[in-house]
């Protein structure tokens, strides 16, 4: 008789001993990629762009030496990053100028601002003052987490190419190590999944990419259209925020609303600024989304907003924007394993018209009626 395997024997515990036991292993994972951030963040970051480039260079190694193709290919993505960042750079430039004029405009709107909490709810205008003064001395160290984030962002993007060309470069190594690592049976499993996630990533990212340019000149145009100062520069903005699912889109429509207040008299802009993203952001979701988007990577609502917020508490916005390709490389093995075929299914898009549990139910009762049927027909 075959001894039962550790996988076995754990499943015969009851559920008051496997939940804790579970929820232990999850608490110490999630603290591991906690502390390790500082270097998981880029290495994750490198990897996605790893698997993005492969195709590329898998191409140019066809007339080229294996390094060398390697180091154009990622030549030619630094080359567009960079190209990206001149451009911002320049917006940038140009909206500095108009930094005093936004000053004096913001001042005189912080004063009538003051005048009609005064006026409303009886808030002294030095009492209002005494709260910013405090709000700012509490946000004192906020401010230095962010400036410790900007530095630690400009090592990461130093440490992401590095990543990057050794992932291209040692790729062979890393796959035979994946597969020695399980058994010669589940071999064709293992290809499978490899597969998948290789092509989920690339084309989700891909899709991501176009998405991002598309709803970031949809944005531009309709800012340029409402006549709102530095269009094009909170229209990138806009369209790099809504990388984010969900979460992005609301930060994308309150910096331009923003701008309109302090520029603009009256709330009309305002309240075309409102409609006009809320166009923008049906178009997204409903036409660019479904098509352009990966369809490979079936994530529904409520598991996307609760993992971006996840990934947001655990790793700040590069863990937002990691956190879904990350999960949709977890449903792909979920679905292929079949111990964890019902977490692939939570993750998932598809609502079964009757849960499992009712199904269960019909087909005991259609068991005891042809049961009882017989057992009928016997006492005749």
């Known amino acids: ?40 963040v880029p290495f994750s970051m490198a ?17 080229l030496p294996r390094g060398i193709a390697i180091f154009i290919a990622l030549l030619i993505a630094m080359l567009i990053v960079g190209g990206i960042f001149y451009f911002l750079s320049r917006e940038i430039a140009t ?13 005189m709107f912080a004063g009538e601002l003051q005048q009609w909490i005064y006026v409303n709810f009886g808030v002294a205008i030095d009492k209002q003052v005494a709260m910013v003064k405090n709000a ?18 400009i090592s990461v993007l130093v440490l992401i190419p590095i990543y990057v060309f050794f992932l291209l470069l040692y790729k062979p190594l890393i796959l035979d190590f994946i597969f020695q690592s399980f058994s010669e049976k589940h071999s064709l499993r293992v290809a499978e999944i490899l597969g998948e996630t290789k092509s989920a990533v690339q084309s989700y990212i891909v899709g991501l990419l176009i998405e991002t340019a598309i709803v970031s000149a949809m944005n531009s145009v309709a800012l340029l ?31 331009p609303i923003l701008m309109a207040t302090v520029t603009k008299d009256g709330y009309t802009t305002q309240l075309a600024i409102v409609g006009a993203y809320l ?37 700040g916005f590069s863990g937002m924007f990691l956190s879904i390709p990350f999960v949709a490389i977890l449903k792909i093995i979920f679905d292929r394993v079949d111990g964890l075929k019902p977490w692939g299914l939570l993750l998932g898009t598809k609502i079964p018209e ?14 005891f009626k042809r049961i009882e049927h017989d057992h009928g027909r016997t006492n005749k």
């Not at 515990?13 to 500082?38: N, S």
């Not at 492969?54 to 007339?63: A, E, F, G, M, V």
């Not at 609502?301 to 947001?312: N, Q, R, Y």
């Open 354 to 367: 009757v849960h499992s549990g009712v199904q269960a139910q019909v087909r005991w009762n259609r068991i």
């Open 47 to 63: 990897a996605l762009i790893a698997i993005l480039l492969n195709p590329l260079s898998t191409k140019l190694q066809r007339t």
């Open 225 to 255: 259209a409402l006549g709102v100062r530095s269009a094009i520069l909170l229209g990138v903005i806009g369209g790099i925020l809504n990388m984010i699912p969900y979460l992005g889109g609301i930060v994308a429509i309150a910096l």
């Open 279 to 315: 166009v923008i952001q049906f178009i997204d979701n409903n036409i660019l989304v479904p098509r352009i988007v990966s369809s490979k990577v079936q994530i529904n609502a409520l598991m996307s907003i609760i993992v971006v917020l996840l990934g947001g508490a655990l790793w």
């Open 95 to 107: 909206f500095s100028k108009t930094v005093p004029a936004l000053k004096a405009k913001f001042i």
């Open 1 to 40: 008789m075959e001894t039962p395997g550790p996988v076995q024997q754990f499943k015969t515990y009851p559920f008051y001993i496997k939940a804790p036991v579970i929820l232990l292993g999850l608490i110490c994972f999630f603290f591991v990629l906690y502390t390790l951030q500082d270097i998981l």
């Open 136 to 153: 700012l001395a509490d946000s004192q160290e906020y401010v230095s987490q962010t400036l410790n984030s900007i530095l630690g962002a």
